[in-house]
């Protein structure tokens, strides 16, 4: 089970998550909506490891025990990987090599041994994506479109298959096809014992996925609870009016 338990974040001194509590169980769907700037990014950011997002209060534990004090690549080796909102180009590593290196770190192995059955198996899911297997080749996300970036980041838990997949925003960017193949993946893993942890804006996701909770998050907290209506009455009406409608009182998130 991965627990977030009273977690606060603060990114250079300004608090932005506070007081978030949640859990994921193996082969569970849980789904995070919220408007922009709600937050959701933070926790997918903060979860991984990244140092940016300091952790004032509360805990992160998998299976019971709190990853807090370990570095990003120790989290994923424990079992949690994750696709961001908006990763960066490197052009000096190929993503054959990203790849080779994750399963790598995943099985205890070397970072640089040679694994070349991960690439056929890479061109294969990247086939299943709808990319064109030579992306593999490719200096890392370097000129990628964001139809491109979504799924080879998708390509990424289809290869490393995590114990828990947080996924940002995997709609964001793609054409119905790609919702299609991403659901598809992420479908498979969770029915492998994956739990996931997936935020989105659209209710056209859970054509895909079935997810067991919906969260709502608003200003930094989680502020309400409920099934996949929650979506489509969100889609219907948008934020504001769901608010109201639920009784829930939201300051207007200032836009700086
Ligand atoms: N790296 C950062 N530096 C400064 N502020 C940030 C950073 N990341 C997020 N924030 C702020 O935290 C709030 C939540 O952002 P985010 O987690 O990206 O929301 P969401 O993903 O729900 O749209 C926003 O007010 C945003 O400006
Ligand atoms: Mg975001």
């Known amino acids: 089970m991965l627990e977030v338990v009273d977690l606060h974040v ?7 998550l ?4 949640l859990t994921v169980k193996n082969g569970e769907i849980v789904l995070v909506v919220g408007p922009n700037g709600s937050g959701k990014s933070t926790l997918f950011q903060t979860i991984a490891g990244n140092p940016k997002y300091v952790v004032t209060r509360g805990d992160i534990r998998l299976d019971g025990e709190s990853i807090l004090e370990l570095p990003p690549e ?7 990987g994750v696709v961001f909102q908006a990763p960066v180009a490197i ?13 790598n770190k995943k ?4 970072l640089t041994d040679p694994a070349p059955q991960i690439i056929a198996e890479a061109r294969k899911a990247a086939a299943e994506l709808g990319l064109s297997p030579s992306v593999v080749e490719r200096p890392l996300y370097v000129g990628f479109s964001g139809g491109e970036f979504k799924r080879s980041e998708v390509l990424q838990l289809a290869l490393t298959k995590p114990r828990y997949a947080l996924i940002d925003e995997p ?16 479908d498979r893993l969770v029915s492998g014992g994956t739990g996931a942890l997936v935020s989105t804006h659209y ?10 909770r919906v969260i709502v998050m608003a200003n930094g907290a989680v502020i309400h609870e409920g099934g996949s209506d929650v979506v489509r009455r969100i889609e219907e009406v948008g934020y504001r009016q769901f608010f109201r409608e639920m009784g829930i009182e939201v ?3 200032k836009v700086e």
């Open 203 to 212: 209710a056209r996701i859970i054509n895909f996925v079935r997810p067991n």
């Open 10 to 16: 603060e990114i250079d001194g300004k608090e932005i």
């Open 251 to 253: 300051e207007e998130a």
């Open 107 to 110: 099985e205890g192995r070397k």
């Open 91 to 103: 052009p000096e590593v190929r993503f054959s090599v990203l790849l080779q290196a994750m399963v």
């Open 18 to 21: 506070r007081g978030i509590n």
């Open 74 to 80: 120790e989290r994923f080796a424990k079992g949690i």
């Open 171 to 186: 709609d964001s960017g793609l054409d119905i096809d790609g919702i299609a193949a991403v659901g598809k993946v992420i």
